[in-house]
C-alpha cells in the first residue's frame, strides 16, 4: 500500500484550516495529520503528527511563520515547509526560502496550486505558484535587452521553470547565480540542466543557447 503524505495545516483562521482540511482529505494520498491555530506550538505539533509537509501561514499570533522557520533551523528540520500567505512581497519570498521553505504559495491562487505544489515538494523540488515564480523572473529580466518576450512555441516536453533555466543559461546566468534568482537551490539548478538535456537531446551548453535562439526565447 502506498504511503500517503501526512499533511500539518497552520493558520490563525479556523475557516479557512477547514477549508484546506475539506479540499486536502478529497486527495487519496493526502492525510492531514494535524492543526495548529498559533505559532506558539508548531513545532510540538508537528513532531507530534509526525508530518511529512508542514503549509505555513506567516501572519500568526504568538510567533509568526519566519520565527517558526528560524526555530526550526536552529533544533531539527521536522518537515519539509510549504508557505501559503497573503503577502507575495519577493523580499519576504527569499527570505522564508533562505530559512529553508520549500514552496510559497498566495493564498489568492492556493486552490488552484496547492495539491501539485504538496506533491512537488514531497518529491525533494521546491515550488512557487505561476504569480510569484513569474514575478520573481520578471524582477532581474526585465530590463534585459537580449531577453525575447515573444511567446514561446517550440517543445512542450519543457516545464516553465525548464524554459526559465535554459534562458537564463543563455542569458550566461552561472549555476549560482540562476540558484540566487530564482530562489532555487545549486542542486535544483543542477537537475534542471540535466533535465532540459535529456529531454532535447543535447550534449552542452552551446546547445542550449542554440535551441533558446531558435525558438525565441532570447535575441541574438
Given at each position: 500500500m502506498k504511503k500517503k503524505i501526512r499533511i500539518h495545516l497552520a493558520d490563525d483562521h479556523q475557516v479557512l484550516i477547514d477549508g484546506l482540511a475539506n479540499l486536502l482529505g478529497t486527495v487519496t494520498?493526502?492525510?492531514?495529520?494535524?492543526?495548529?491555530?498559533?505559532?506558539?506550538?508548531?513545532?510540538?505539533?508537528?513532531?507530534?503528527?509526525?508530518?511529512?509537509?508542514?503549509?505555513?501561514?506567516?501572519?500568526?499570533?504568538?510567533?509568526?511563520?519566519?520565527?517558526?522557520?528560524?526555530?526550526?533551523?536552529?533544533?531539527?528540520?521536522?518537515?519539509?515547509?510549504?508557505?501559503?500567505?497573503?503577502?507575495?512581497?519577493?523580499k519576504i519570498v527569499k527570505e522564508v526560502m533562505k530559512l529553508g521553505a520549500r514552496?510559497?504559495?498566495?493564498k489568492k491562487s492556493a486552490g488552484e496550486n496547492i495539491i501539485e505544489a504538496i506533491k512537488a515538494v514531497n518529491r525533494d523540488e521546491e515550488y512557487f505558484d505561476n504569480y510569484i515564480r513569474e514575478k520573481i523572473f520578471a524582477s532581474f529580466t526585465h530590463n534585459n535587452p537580449k531577453l525575447n518576450k515573444k511567446p514561446f512555441t517550440g517543445n512542450q516536453l519543457l516545464s516553465e521553470r525548464e524554459l526559465e533555466v535554459i534562458t537564463l543559461i543563455s542569458l550566461e546566468y552561472s549555476g549560482k547565480e540562476i540558484s540566487e534568482q530564482l530562489f532555487?537551490?545549486?542542486?535544483?539548478?543542477?537537475?534542471?540542466?540535466?533535465?532540459?538535456?535529456?529531454?532535447?537531446?543535447?550534449?552542452?551548453?552551446i546547445g542550449i543557447v542554440k535551441y533558446a535562439l531558435k525558438n525565441n526565447l532570447i535575441n541574438p
Open positions: 494520498d493526502f492525510e492531514v495529520v494535524g492543526l495548529s491555530l498559533n505559532g506558539g506550538t508548531i513545532y510540538e505539533g508537528v513532531l507530534a503528527s509526525k508530518a511529512d509537509i508542514l503549509l505555513l501561514d506567516i501572519s500568526m499570533p504568538l510567533k509568526d511563520g519566519i520565527s517558526v522557520l528560524k526555530e526550526f533551523g536552529q533544533k531539527k528540520f521536522p518537515c519539509k515547509v510549504i508557505i501559503l500567505s497573503s503577502y507575495d512581497d519577493l514552496g510559497y504559495l498566495t532555487i537551490s545549486l542542486n535544483t539548478v543542477e537537475t534542471h540542466r540535466k533535465n532540459i538535456m535529456k529531454k532535447l537531446k543535447l550534449k552542452n551548453v
